[in-house]
């Protein structure tokens, strides 16, 4: 059980449950879904750096560090409640206990409850999750000419004759071989180990879940598996990406995230009349956001940040 604020606690996966209670009331923000927290942060031997959870006024609150410097402490919250009370309430102690004078992650839904004489409201681009439309992925390979995206799909199928697309089950999940794929995958970024162990540790738990809504597909060269997408299917509308990885190698990189996308929302998301896909924020980086903008996605969820305009 999520305690009272101000206490916390580390996500076990008997939490599930409770924090979807609270996620669920909300559209499906990649940063507050449990499956995502619990990737990155549902470790056997968790530190304080890790995501905490308290409960306020009925609103779920979460302690968060920067995800780039993992050096600053900062808490979110979402709930319906006093929400004034609750911001008011977490800034205060944000101030005392992590020298912060500002609230981050907070979704749309919650910042415009928010009493705009109050609180200075300021917009996250960088956290803005991508939400693709799955019926216009689908129609990728009709894309405008000049589409860089409708190029590269078919510049890949042209040069990538013997591959294959399908889902795996759960049971089966070829983790040695997917790992194998993320290092190459790192290599290629020359990253070294520090870079991407959180990413290797997420990757890995996120393979040991078993719910039923999580699904893993992977695409094949011969018998090689050149990429793979994690995805969770959300609700009837949508789903969320967690994890996507490919050889670059193959066809110099060119291609390869298109085909898995096509594939993905032809063969799958389609057939579950499914029509959003999250596939989370560029946190900033150019490279990211080049590659989620060249999707065309066609909302973003909004995330804000959030000042006191009285100076407490």
Known sequence: MIPSFPQFKHIELSDKAEIESFTKKIPCYSDINFI?????FGKEEPTDAD???????????IKFTDYETHSQSFLAFIGETKIDETAEILLVYSQEHYHLNELRLIPEEI??????????????????????DIENLMDLPNWKSNEMSKRNLIKFQKNVVDYKFYDVES????????INLFYLWAAEKKLVLPDFQSE???????????????RLFVLKKGTKIIGFKAI?????????????????KINEGIGIYETIYWLLSRDFLTR?????LNIQQDLGIPGLRRGKEKLRPVKYLKKYIIKSKEGF
Do not use: G
């Open 200 to 214: 290797t540790d997420a990757l890995k738990r996120y393979f040991d879940l078993k719910y039923n809504n999580l």
């Open 111 to 132: 910042a415009r409850c928010l009493n705009s004489d109050k609180w200075e409201i300021i917009e996250d681009r960088d956290q803005y999750d991508y939400i693709l």
């Open 36 to 40: 995502s927290i619990w990737n990155w």
């Open 272 to 276: 579950m009349n499914l029509k959003f």
């Open 171 to 178: 049971t089966h999940i070829p983790k040695i071989e997917l």
């Open 51 to 61: 995501a905490l959870f308290s409960v306020l006024n009925n609103n779920l609150v």
């Open 232 to 248: 969770e299917l959300i609700n009837n509308e949508y789903a969320m990406l967690h994890f996507s990885k490919a050889n670059v």
